[in-house]
């Protein structure tokens, strides 16, 4: 059995917590397969309590609906596992926390497949004050892996939309 390494976003979550911290913006979390991880994983910089606003868990399919405001039509049309479900969870992570930014994750970890989507199958959404973009990262690996690398790319991804905001 593998084990979650505890530094693996360690680097990349600070440098978050301090670019935030710059610009005196705020996140927020939806996380359905990383059930909390990537709020965590920014808790645990010094100084995260300047720019985390909270989280929320919706693993379960109804609190996508009920805590973060997915649309229901939304869950039955496209599923929970989906783009357009990772970009009302950002959304609603960013408006009902009250956040600068908004991080929704969605996905399967495995080891089984989801309403026909297999382990690895991962949507990130992010919100910002530019709008909302949807990616999909490409994560591997066991049950752990799958979910690290969600947060790994939820990290990184908003750094890079920081960083291409700072450019223009």
Same mark, same amino acid.
Request: charged content about 15%.
């Given at each position: 059995m593998t084990t979650p390494d505890p530094l693996v976003s360690a680097t990349s979550a600070g440098? /978050? %917590? #301090?670019? &935030?911290?710059a610009r005196g913006q705020t996140v927020a979390t939806a996380e359905s397969l990383t059930a909390g991880l990537l709020?965590?994983?920014i808790a645990g910089v010094p100084g995260a309590s300047a720019v985390l606003r909270g989280g929320l868990i919706v693993y379960a399919t109804d609190l996508k609906a009920t805590l973060a405001g997915v649309d229901d039509e939304? &869950?039955?049309h496209d599923g929970p596992v989906s783009e357009p479900t990772a970009a009302a969870l950002a959304e609603g992570a960013r408006t009902r926390c009250g956040a600068t930014w908004g991080l929704g994750l969605t996905g399967v970890a495995g080891p089984d497949d989801q309403d026909g989507?297999?382990?690895?199958? %991962?949507?990130l959404g992010i919100s910002g004050p530019g709008g909302t973009v949807v990616s999909r990262p490409e994560v591997r690996g066991n049950r752990w892996d799958i979910r690290l690398g969600s947060v790994?790319? #939820? %990290?990184?991804? /908003? &750094?890079?939309? &920081?960083h291409a905001t700072s450019a223009l």
């Open positions: 440098d /978050l %917590v #301090a670019e &935030l911290s709020a965590a994983t939304n &869950l039955a989507r297999p382990p690895g199958t %991962v949507y790994d790319a #939820a %990290v990184s991804g /908003l &750094l890079a939309r &920081l």
